[in-house]
């Protein structure tokens, strides 16, 4: 066994941030299979993975085998000129990425390498962590912080509500008014295989709130903005078919058939894009948005439904 004290710097990170950050080349779904057994334990009691850490906590880790130095295989060059190009802001604390759909933002379940290892093996000796996640066939802009003390400032502004961000999507079908509210609670289960599936739940739910604003029609889909109030997993997808309109391309909440029809025009994947991100880069600083441009594959297939 392994006794770890949580510093000063650690103080307010969410356990598994803490857990993921320290056990590089560990496979994130066995770091959370170990949370969920218990198997790692704070001041000897077991522990959720959003608790907020406080200095001087003693978190206990089982016996785990990590990568031996020299075991990782660097990332390409092509990967490594992708992210490269897909900076869109920064600062000596933080930067936004935009990242490509397809791409993981971490590695595990079967993922060797994602977007915040590729940077640390990028940038060595930088503390590079995720302030937030996107689903990996999400594109769009991420926030990754190169300081402690961001990550902690960034996940503050992301409780009080002072981050904000808009995803562009397209839904299969229309909204019930050009401006629609969903304030719908949602539960998060994981089934036998360990897939994570969401539905609304007005008992057990975390409240969740999204606003969707049409953007324009293509006869039976629809370009909507979505705001975020909450930061739920999988949040836009299931409030957008708790609506009856679905985001065009999911699989796992959308429709078969739909999904069909805009596959035959080019569709390859999930159309949810986080366009904007606006953010505080320091507590004294005016707020700053970062835009990410819509990708040529969804641009292309907007272009081919208006026609």
């Not at 990170?13 to 066995?30: A, T």
């Not at 936004?96 to 791409?103: E, M, Q």
């Not at 802009?141 to 808009?166: E, F, M, N, P, Y």
């Not at 606006?278 to 441009?293: H, I, K, N, T």
Request: aromatic share 4%; hydrophobic share 40%; proline share 7%.
């Amino acid at each position: 066994m392994e006794v770890v004290t949580a510093s000063a710097d650690a103080a307010g990170q969410r356990l598994d941030n803490f857990l993921l950050g320290r056990l590089k080349g560990v496979p994130r779904s066995l770091v959370y299979r170990l949370l969920r057994r218990g198997e790692i334990r704070v001041n000897k009691g077991r522990a959720r993975p959003a608790q907020r850490l406080e200095a001087g906590d003693q978190i206990r880790l089982p016996p785990l085998r990590r990568p031996e130095q020299g075991e990782t295989v660097p990332p390409s060059a092509q990967l490594q000129e992708r992210l490269d190009q897909a900076v869109l802001y920064e600062d000596e604390q933080l930067l936004v990425l935009d990242k490509p759909a397809g791409l993981a933002v971490h590695g595990g379940s079967g993922i060797s390498r994602g977007v915040i290892e590729t940077l640390r093996a990028m940038r060595p000796g930088a503390e590079l962590e995720l302030v937030h996640r996107l689903d990996r066939d999400t594109s769009g802009c991420l926030l990754i912080s190169k300081r402690r003390s961001a990550l902690r400032r960034l996940h503050a502004q992301l409780r009080d509500g002072t981050v904000r961000k808009r995803y562009a999507a397209l839904l299969c079908g229309p909204l019930p008014q050009p401006e629609t509210e969903i304030d719908a609670p949602l539960a998060t289960n994981r089934l036998r295989g360990g897939e994570r599936v969401v539905r609304v739940d007005p008992v057990q739910g975390k409240p969740s709130r999204t606003w969707f604003r049409s953007r324009q029609r293509f006869g039976a889909w629809t370009l909507v903005e979505a705001e975020l109030d909450t930061g739920r997993t999988h949040q836009i997808r299931v409030h957008a078919a708790h609506l009856g309109a679905a985001v065009a391309g999911d699989p796992k909440y959308g429709d078969t058939l739909d999904n069909e029809r805009l596959r035959v025009l080019g569709l390859k994947r999930l159309f949810l894009h986080a366009a904007a991100l606006s953010f505080r880069p320091r507590d004294d600083a005016p707020m700053v948005e970062v835009a990410a441009p819509l990708p040529a594959d969804l641009t292309a297939l907007l272009e081919k439904l208006e026609d």
